[in-house]
């Protein structure tokens, strides 16, 4: 079994359209004390032909399309920050998404789904400054598989 091919991108908005940024959301306490859940959406695509429609083209419309939606949710391409006052706020300080991608040469494995956390990670907040999204597209033989985990 050859080496899957792995690659990240960070994903800025688009400024297509220039619309403004919020203010800055402060996290509320309540939020912080709730046990964080994460609750990960993997999306099913069925195999489709190479020469159709090659994995690098199907990659660079989804980074785009990443891109414009940053702009239309400027806090999903923010960060958590801490204000003068010690509170966490959400900035919509453009610092974009994470889009990792991932080229295998093998069959979906099925039930074990391990390693397709685009963080490498299970659960928890991002560090304050990091992006608060992080998306990982898997292609595999067959289906296509994308990851969305929500913190």
Request: proline share 12%; hydrophobic share 45%; no cysteine.
């Amino acid at each position: 079994m050859s080496q899957p091919i792995v690659a990240a991108v960070r994903v800025k908005p688009s400024t297509r359209l220039g619309l403004p940024r919020p203010d800055p959301v402060r996290i509320h306490t309540l939020d912080l004390v709730v046990p964080l859940v994460w609750a990960p959406i993997y999306y099913f695509f069925p195999p489709v032909s190479q020469a159709d429609h090659p994995v690098k083209e199907t990659i660079l419309n989804l980074i785009s399309s990443l891109a414009d939606v940053l702009e239309h949710f400027p806090l999903l391409a923010g960060s958590i920050k801490y204000d003068d006052s010690g509170n966490l706020n959400i900035h919509s300080d453009n610092v974009g998404a994470d889009f990792v991608y991932e080229l295998r040469n093998e069959k979906f494995p099925g039930a074990h789904v391990q390693g397709l956390d685009p963080r490498g990670v299970d659960i928890g907040l991002p560090a304050p400054g990091d992006p608060l999204v992080a998306i990982k597209f898997t292609a595999v033989r067959a289906p296509i598989l994308i990851v969305l985990p929500l913190y």
